[in-house]
T-cell receptor, first 117, second 116 residues
Framework: DTAVSQTPKYLVTQMGNDKSIKCEQN?????MYWYKQDSKKFLKIMFS???????INETVPNRFSPKSPDKAHLNLHINSLELGDSAVYFC????????????????FGEGSWLTVV | AQKITQTQPGMFVQEKEAVTLDCTYD???????LFWYKQPSSGEMIFLIY??????QNATEGRYSLNFQKARKSANLVISASQLGDSAMYFC?????????????FGAGTILRVKS
């Protein structure tokens, strides 16, 4: 069973459309994330949720809206898609502990390749 | 300032030899975690190894070891006995505390090519 699964894996869509990427984790983790990897392979966090509560919202356009119906799911909805939104979007999860030096590894999904044309 | 610096955009290594991928980090926190991930051409992010800031011994996982030098703020990845399948992009990442949202911050990555 895949620990962190995202769908769809590939998505080609036109500018101006609205699309969603779904993410589910079966690791029992309480924290989930969305990361964006740009064309230069740079990875940057977009959002994180802990027990369905938004923890991190990096300077992401408000066209991007995450939704966490429960702690095993974190979906990403994107409105009015633009060419610059083309990227690979990674979902990830971890079990949060009090200290970042306590070994709470973040596990990633396989990525969703979004191409806006 | 960059939180994570990987100074080697690309590296070559001969099959069966060892290779070191450099990573330096910047933090004023005492408690943090350091990670290495591998991203093959297929695109997935594979967790390799972790080092906590209070761990006194260097982390090891099979052929991977992390050369942790806290005073120098470096966390280099050492891959022993390189294999062709090790060809990939390698990312160093750091995690600080809750005041930073407990997020992973990544370096720019190093592309490793293993030659036969």
């Amino acid at each position: 069973d895949t620990a962190v699964s995202q769908t769809p894996k590939y998505l080609v869509t036109q500018m101006g459309n609205d699309k969603s990427i779904k993410c589910e984790q079966n690791l029992g983790h309480d924290t989930m994330y969305w990361y964006k990897q740009d064309s230069k392979k740079f990875l940057k966090i977009m959002f994180s949720y802990n027990n369905k509560e938004l923890i991190i919202n990096e300077t992401v356009p408000n066209r991007f809206s995450p939704k966490s119906p429960d702690k095993a799911h974190l979906n990403l909805h994107i409105n009015s898609l633009e060419l610059g939104d083309s990227a690979v979007y990674f979902c990830a999860s971890s079990q949060e502990k009090e200290s970042p030096s306590s070994g709470n590894t973040i596990y990633f999904g396989e990525g969703s390749w979004l191409t806006v044309v | 300032a960059q939180k994570i610096t990987q100074t080697q955009p690309g590296m070559f290594v001969q099959e069966k030899e060892a290779v070191t991928l450099d990573c330096t980090y910047d933090t004023s926190d005492q408690s943090y975690g350091l990670f290495w991930y591998k991203q093959p051409s297929s695109g997935e992010m594979i967790f390799l190894i972790y080092q906590g800031s209070y761990d006194e011994q260097n982390a090891t996982e099979g052929r991977y070891s992390l050369n942790f030098q806290k005073a120098r703020k470096s966390a280099n990845l050492v891959i022993s006995a390189s294999q062709l399948g090790d060809s990939a992009m390698y990312f160093c990442a750091m995690r600080e505390g809750w005041r930073y949202g407990n997020k992973l911050v990544f370096g720019a990555g190093t592309i490793l090519r293993v030659k036969s």
